[in-house]
C-alpha cells in the first residue's frame, strides 16, 4: 500500500483542514517518539494560539519523561483502546473509550451513553438511558460533535486507534511521513520523503502563513532532529537543513535542544540498556545481521519502564558491518514487539521485514509484533532473519 505521490496542493488543503474545524483532537502512535510527541506538541501550541480546542490522545499510558520540556506534555491523554465503532443506525462513526469500565460513545448528532453488560454493547437506541458524568468531561477535552481528529506520525490508523477505518464519515486529516501510509483519513498530506511528520507540519505552516512561535519551532525541531538522527540519516535532505535553519532563526537553541533531547535517561534505563547489550548477537556472513532482546523481568528488576529503550536499537546499528539489526521487547503484558532497523546493503528492509509480520514503518526503520513465547524469541527471530535472507539470495540469483 504505497501512498500515492505527494501534491504540494496537499499543505494547504491540510491548512484549511485545521483552519475550518473549531475542535481538533490530535491522534499519535503507539510508542511515543520525538517526532509523534513533538509534532502533537508543535499542532496542540499552534492550534490553542488560533483559539481552536484541542485535546491529544495516544495508546500510550506515558509519555517519555526526557520531553518534558515540550508544550503540552501534560495535557496528553492516554486513549488505550479508544476506538471507533460502526453504528448502523447513524452517519457517523463514534469514537468509544473502552478502557473506562463504562464506554463512552459519542455520536456527530447527539452524543450519548452507552454500557457494556457482560461484554455486550448496548445498543444507541438503548443506551440514551444511561447517565454518565463522563460525557462532560470528554466534551470539555473537545471531543464532541464535528471535531477534527488529526493522525500525526501514524502510517496506519490502527497504530493509534483501533477499529478506525477509513470513509465512513469521520472528519479527519492525516498528516505522516511514512512511505507505507494507507491514506485513511478524509484528507491526507503524506510525503514518504519528507524527514519527520514535524517537517511536514512546518511545511503546512509556512504553506499558509501560520504564526511560528518559538515554543512551536523547538516542538518541530525536536521531531526533525530524532527522526534524522540528529542530521545524520539519510532521509536528511537539503529542505531538513533548510527547515531546520528557519527554526533556528526563529529562536531554537541547537545545543540546548541536543541536550534536552539526548539527556533523557536515567540509572534505570542504562540498566536496562545493559541487560540488552549484553545479549547481542551478531551472524550472517560477515556479521551483518544484529539481534538482541529485552524481557519482562528487566523492566521489574532495574525500575525501568519502557519508554526507557528509546534509541536502544539504533545502538545496535554502530556494530562494524551491521546492516540490518532487530531487537525485541517483551512487555510487561506479556507482547512482544520487534524494533528493526536497516541500512543501505541490507538484503532487505526494516519495512519489508516488519510487513511480514503484520507490521510496518519506514524503509530503515519499522516495527511489528512477534508472536513467540519469549524464552524463543531470540532463536525464532535469526531464523526468521536467516530464512528471509536465504529467500532474497535465491530471488537475487
Ligand atoms: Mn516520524
Known amino acids: 500500500m504505497m501512498n500515492r505521490n505527494f501534491n504540494p496542493s496537499d499543505l494547504l488543503a491540510a491548512s484549511k483542514t485545521l483552519r ?17 510527541m ?8 499552534a492550534g490553542t494560539n488560533l483559539g481552536k480546542n484541542v485535546s491529544w490522545f495516544s495508546p500510550d499510558e506515558k509519555l517519555p519523561e526526557g520531553y518534558r520540556y515540550l508544550p503540552h506534555f501534560g495535557d496528553f491523554r492516554t486513549c488505550e483502546d479508544f476506538s471507533f465503532i460502526d453504528d448502523r ?21 447527539k452524543i450519548v451513553g452507552a454500557s457494556t453488560i457482560g461484554g455486550e454493547l448496548v445498543r444507541p437506541e438503548e443506551s440514551g438511558k444511561f447517565e454518565d458524568t463522563r460525557i462532560p468531561r470528554l466534551q470539555s477535552w473537545g471531543v464532541c460533535q464535528g471535531t477534527l481528529y488529526v493522525f500525526l506520525d501514524c ?13 465512513k464519515g469521520i472528519n479527519s486529516l492525516n498528516i505522516d511521513h511514512h512511505e507505507d501510509n494507507s491514506l485513511y483519513a478524509r484528507v491526507n498530506c503524506v510525503d514518504g520523503s519528507a524527514s519527520s511528520t514535524c517537517e511536514m507540519l512546518y511545511r503546512i505552516f ?54 534536552r533531547i539526548s539527556q533523557n535517561k536515567n540509572q534505570a534505563d542504562l540498566q536496562i540498556w545493559a ?25 521489574r528488576e532495574t525500575g525501568a519502564d519502557t519508554t526507557g529503550t528509546e534509541g536502544l536499537s539504533q545502538m545496535f546499528m554502530s556494530v562494524r558491518g551491521v546492516k540490518f539489526i532487530a531487537v525485541a521487547t517483551e512487555y510487561p503484558d506479556g507482547a512482544v514487539r520487534l524494533s528493526i532497523r536497516s541500512r543501505d546493503g541490507a538484503p532487505f528492509g526494516a519495512g519489508e521485514f516488519a510487513r511480514e509480520f ?22 525464532e527471530l535469526e531464523s526468521s532473519i536467516l530464512r528471509k535472507y536465504h529467500e532474497c539470495l535465491n530471488t537475487h540469483q
Open 38 to 45: 513533538g509534532s502533537a506538541a508543535a499542532l496542540f501550541e
Open 206 to 259: 509556512d504553506a499558509d502563513n501560520w504564526v511560528i512561535t518559538q515554543r512551536i519551532a523547538e516542538s518541530l525541531y525536536t521531531g526533525i532532529f530524532t527522526d534524522t538522527g540528529g542530521f545524520s540519516f539519510s532521509n536528511t535532505s537539503p529542505l531538513t537543513h533548510n527547515i531546520a535553519a528557519e527554526l533556528i532563526k526563529l529562536g531554537v537553541e541547537p545545543a540546548l535542544m541536543t541536550d
Open 358 to 379: 503484520g507490521g510496518g514503518g519506514h524503509q530503515k526503520a519499522a516495527g511489528c509484533n512477534f508472536d513467540y513465547p519469549a524464552k524463543s524469541v531470540m532463536a
Open 275 to 299: 541487560r540488552a547489550l549484553s545479549r547481542v548477537k551478531v551472524f550472517g556472513e560477515g556479521g551483518i545481521f544484529a539481534v538482541s532482546m529485552i524481557y519482562a523481568d528487566d523492566f
Open 89 to 109: 443506525n447513524s452517519s457517523a462513526q463514534a469514537p468509544v473509550f473502552r478502557h473506562w469500565d463504562k464506554p463512552l460513545v459519542c455520536y456527530n448528532k
Open 20 to 36: 475550518e474545524n473549531k475542535s481538533w483532537a490530535i491522534f499519535t502512535h503507539r510508542k511515543s517518539d520525538g517526532d509523534a
Open 155 to 167: 502510517a496506519s490508523e490502527t497504530r493509534s486507534v483501533s477499529g478506525y477505518e477509513a470513509g
